[in-house]
């Protein structure tokens, strides 16, 4: 079985240890004891709670087919006099966009301004990030 450290797991959710901490200590978030006496996150419950919390967020979301919303802050905005491309810093996450000046202009994004990055797409490539060496196997008690 698959445990996560509180960091890890704050890392994988983007958001802080605290959170993660404060999400355990109010019975959000379900926690195991290690074999060292710390609190660790199961696997199957922390995709359990990454979904909920995805669940959550898409009864937020306007009506969209778009499932992908990362939401973040503006880092850069370069303009020509048709196309832009907007950098979006959200959580570990860039995202660039490309579209055209006047989209960019009607939304008001400049450096510093809160977006949100919808996205869809036909192709997604997954990759499996491995775990790290100390954790694989283990089993929390």
Do not use: C, Y
Request: aromatic share 2%; net charge positive; hydrophobic share 50%.
């Amino acid at each position: 079985m698959t445990v996560f450290r509180i960091g890890e797991a704050a890392e994988l959710l983007g958001v802080s240890p605290d959170t993660v901490r404060r999400w355990v200590d109010a019975g959000r978030l379900a926690a195991v004891r290690d074999e060292h006496g710390h609190r660790a996150i199961r696997g199957v419950d922390l995709a359990a709670f990454a979904r909920a919390q995805a669940a959550e967020a898409d009864r937020r979301a306007e009506e969209s087919s778009a499932r992908n919303r990362l939401r973040g802050i503006v880092t850069a905005v370069v303009k020509d006099t048709v196309m832009a491309q907007v950098d979006i810093q959200a959580g570990p996450f860039r995202v660039v966009s490309l579209m055209s000046r006047e989209a960019v202009d009607e939304l008001g994004l400049e450096i510093g301004s809160v977006a949100v990055a919808v996205i869809k797409s036909t192709t997604v490539v997954v990759e499996r990030s491995a775990p790290a060496a100390a954790h694989r196997g283990r089993t929390a008690s």
